[in-house]
């Protein structure tokens, strides 16, 4: 097992995870979350649910709860149905056994319909005592749920370590990247750049310096790309500003002023903490606009 982390093209991710990069499902990697990255996804896959509907997207959610907690049960709502003949939402009960559920036993937990009954003993119910905390996930696939499927919702427990197999051996999850300043791309776990040797750390440090460098430059140069960095004497500064290739006049005559290079200087010397290899070219990261 490894630390890594994975996602799901632009849509789930990245989360932190541990997994064996050899035991795939169709070349695909069948991650173990931490109880925070688990948190994260249920939070995506909500967010992808009310966007998308819930007949397209599986949802994860988080229970919580602890060790010596009495028994509680749990509603879960999701989209309308498609086959039902009257208008009615789609729901399922979730019942946990916590005292069970601690002991190890095959019966602390099972999914049902969102009865009557369900809904007023989750009213009733909340969790309880002073022991440990717990928590579960549930992984429901709403699309099958409607079709009627006895198997399309299902809790997950934690392992020995404490991880969530939340969509393995199910889901397309890939090696989350880190992208270098060389423009190299390396899977999150290597932690070195495969192009030009450059570590993880301070690559990802130079990214985020270049993009506090190109907010503070885009207030009068929405159009900067790009610094050429001078480091000799061993204080890096901004030699140079460019636009897509041409060089921008950093003089009166230019679209700066001496506070903003003195600013943009700054925010360079504390990003880069004095680090050798500080000159050279500095590209800014894409921006969404």
Known sequence: MIETRVCIDNMLGPFDCKLDPHNRWNGWLSPHFPLDAARKLADQTLRMADEYGYDGVDTIHVIEGRADSQETVHIIEGGPSRYSEEPEDLAVAVRINW???????DA???????????????????????GARRAVAVHIRWM?????????????????????????????????????????GTDWHETECGRCGLSREKALLLTQTARKVGEVLH??????????????????????????????????????????????DAVLRVGLDGSQNASGLMVFPAYDD
């Open 219 to 264: 207030r009068l140069a929405p159009g900067a790309t790009a610094v050429l960095l001078d480091s000799m004497g061993g204080v890096p500064r901004i030699a140079a500003v460019f636009a897509n290739g041409t060089e921008l006049s950093t003089g009166d005559d230019g679209p700066f002023d001496t506070e903003t290079l003195g600013e943009a």
């Open 108 to 130: 602390a937990t099972s999914i049902t319909d969102a009865t009557p009954k369900a809904r007023k003993a989750a009213r009733r119910r909340k969790p309880t005592g002073r």
């Open 99 to 105: 005292r069970a559920l601690e002991r190890g036993s």
């Open 144 to 184: 099958y749920l409607d079709e009627g499927s006895d198997t399309a919702a299902n809790v997950i427990r934690p392992d020995r370590e404490g991880l969530y197999a939340i969509g393995g051996w199910e889901w397309t999850w890939h090696f989350a990247s880190w992208w270098c300043v060389c423009g190299a």
